[in-house]
């Protein structure tokens, strides 16, 4: 007799367990929908920074002249002693005298004043020759460096220009750990 209490005992646990899958399903799914809700926000908010602050944010392309190759990096491998140890001072007449040559870098940065002041990197301008700022309107300057701190890489420049847009500076005391940032560039200007 108890065997027959136990088949629609099985039956009613299976319907819970069935119908509590299906719950959590349909809940799991809810979710999803608010995430991807929550995701579009998102990035309509990143577009709308995006799309207010693009105006400000300037390509720079840089030009120096290196005078020789330990400044672009090449090593003069007969001036080593390593190497003259080895061989003698006979491969002296395979030396070479450094020329000078153009390098080319470039960069972005913002406009932070009206007066055309601009805030990018140090490394970006460092030992410029040449630097040049063309805007997201396509107008373009020449720039002079103001100042520079090479050991937080930040440098102020400056351009000659009216109706210049401006992303003004922000106070860094009101954010909190965790809190979202945007990196806007023009490098590929």
């Not at 577009?47 to 840089?62: E, F, T, W």
């Not at 080593?80 to 972005?108: I, L, T, V, W």
């Not at 922000?170 to 979202?180: A, P, R, Y």
Request: glycine letters at 6%; a neutral charge; one cysteine or more.
């Amino acid at each position: 007799m108890k065997q027959k209490h136990v088949i629609p005992r099985l039956s009613m646990m299976a319907v819970f367990a069935l119908c509590f899958f299906l719950l959590a399903v349909q809940a799991g799914a809810a979710n999803q929908d608010n995430d991807i809700a929550m995701l579009d926000r998102s990035a309509k908010a990143f577009s709308s920074v995006v799309r207010k602050a693009g105006p400000a944010v300037v390509y720079i392309s840089v030009e120096k002249t290196n005078k020789s190759f330990d400044e672009r990096g090449q090593m003069d491998m007969f001036n080593d002693p390593f190497f003259e140890h080895f061989f003698g001072k006979k491969f002296d007449r395979f030396r070479q005298e450094p020329s000078p040559f153009k390098q080319h870098g470039a960069g972005s940065g913002f406009i932070i004043s009206p007066s055309g002041l601009i805030l990018t990197n140090n490394h970006v301008v460092d030992n410029a020759d040449t630097i040049r700022v063309r805007l997201a309107d396509k107008r373009e300057f020449t720039a002079s460096v103001v100042g520079t701190d090479p050991q937080s890489d930040v440098a102020l420049i400056k351009i000659d220009g009216k109706n210049l847009p401006v992303l003004p500076l922000g106070d860094s005391d009101t954010l909190e750990i965790g809190e979202w940032v945007i990196a806007i560039g023009s490098l590929l200007n």
